[in-house]
Structures are given as structure tokens and as C-alpha cells.
């Protein structure tokens, strides 16, 4: 799958990309190019390790899949290239934020690359899809390869804030130390369920307090 990410993962990626389960999914998703179209290109499937050091990681933002329609997944979880129409639960979040924090206007542009260059993690537990086949990538091994970094962020970093979103983030709660991180739950911010707690969650404001009080830059959420 290639080194197309930045090279302060290289300590916690290697490995893992090494190892047998990894070998075994990069045939996997290699055989799905060869017979179709996948998602997001080949290029951007480590993006959110690329234009998030990890040094400078200060907030995981957990998405389940990558969007399948065209032209929209770009290796950050919710986000969308520029000119692209924004998908529903882009549009909760942004709404959240415009309640939330108060400089904050929804933008035209989906593209949220400015906050994975803060430090702010956007990561989807299956990082790839065939086109148009919702989860039709999941339980291949990437969700193994996601549960291990999300692992290895919590114990070798400090004062990170995980924003879990919905029933399948919230599971991955149990792979981090919240004595020593920050994790924020909410319902998904999709239609769906948006109305149930994820309006209202004030997440984003709460994660720039708690990263305030470890002597942190808070995150500029402004997308304009």
C-alpha cells in the first residue's frame, strides 16, 4: 500500500502494516481495484495520516466508512473535496458548529484538510470502499488496523480528544485510557438520529476548553 503518510507515524504504521492481516487486506483492496472502481483513489487512503502528524495530533474525530459515491471520499472521515455537495451529516456538524462556536459560519466547501492540519484527526475505522457499496470494505482487516492505532495514539499520547459519534464509534471507547484523554459521545450527526443528542452536544467548544487547560492551542473550527 505504499509509505503515503507522514513519516512521524512511521513508528506506529510500520509495524502494523507488516504484519499478515495487513498483507492479506492490501490483496484484498489491490484485487477490488483491478475488477472495479474503489474509494477514495489509492493515493489518498492514508490522507488523515499525511495532513495529520502525529506529533501535532491533538483531537480524533471516528468515522465508520468512507463516503462511496463519486468524487467524494478523500482519505478524511466526513470530510469532502472542494466542490463537492455536502453529505447530510457534514451538514449536522456544521450546524452544531455554528450553534457552538460563535466566529463559526457553514462554509461551501466540505473540505475540513484546514483542521487535520491543527492536529485534529479524522479517521474512518475502514479506509477503503467499492464504489456505490456501503461497508462493502469492513471486516478486511482495516477495522483491526484502526482499532490498533487508535490504541497506540492513547497510550503515547496525552490530553488527545476522542469525539466518538454514534453506537459504532462509541465502541471504540474501550480502547482508550480516559483517565488520561478526553472522550466526548454523542448520537451520529446523521438525519437520522442528529435530533437525539448530537445537536446540543457542544463537543467542539468542550474539546478546545479541555485542550486549554493542558496548555494546548485550541483547534480553529472556522472553515471560511
Known amino acids: 500500500m505504499g509509505k503515503r503518510f507522514d513519516k512521524s507515524w512511521e513508528p506506529i504504521l510500520g509495524p502494523l502494516l507488516g504484519q499478515s492481516y495487513m498483507v492479506d487486506l492490501s490483496f484484498f483492496v489491490q484485487q477490488a481495484r483491478d475488477n472495479g472502481q ?9 490522507n488523515a495520516f499525511r495532513l495529520t502528524t502525529f506529533d501535532s495530533l491533538k483531537v480524533v474525530i471516528l468515522g465508520q466508512d ?13 470530510s469532502v473535496p472542494e466542490g463537492i455537495a455536502l453529505p447530510p451529516s457534514l451538514k449536522n456538524i456544521f450546524k452544531e458548529l455554528e450553534t457552538d462556536i460563535s466566529e463559526f459560519k457553514i462554509p461551501k466547501s466540505g473540505d475540513l484538510s484546514y483542521w487535520a492540519k491543527q492536529g485534529v484527526l479524522l479517521l474512518n475505522a475502514t479506509l477503503t470502499v467499492n464504489a456505490h457499496q456501503a461497508g462493502s470494505h469492513q471486516k478486511k482487516g482495516w477495522e483491526k488496523f484502526t482499532d490498533q492505532v487508535i490504541q497506540a495514539i492513547s497510550e503515547n499520547k496525552k490530553a488527545v480528544v476522542f469525539l466518538l459519534w454514534g453506537a459504532y464509534a462509541q465502541k471504540k471507547a474501550t480502547l482508550i485510557n480516559a483517565q488520561k484523554h478526553l472522550v466526548l459521545t454523542a448520537v451520529h450527526p446523521s ?24 496548555g494546548e492551542k485550541p483547534i480553529d473550527w472556522k472553515l471560511i
Open 66 to 78: 468512507p463516503y462511496h459515491n463519486d468524487g467524494q471520499a478523500h482519505g478524511l472521515a466526513f
Open 38 to 46: 474503489v474509494f477514495p483513489p489509492q493515493d489518498l487512503v492514508f
Open 191 to 214: 438525519p437520522l438520529s442528529v435530533y437525539r443528542g448530537f445537536f446540543g452536544c457542544r463537543h467542539f467548544s468542550q474539546t478546545n476548553v479541555f485542550l486549554q487547560q493542558h
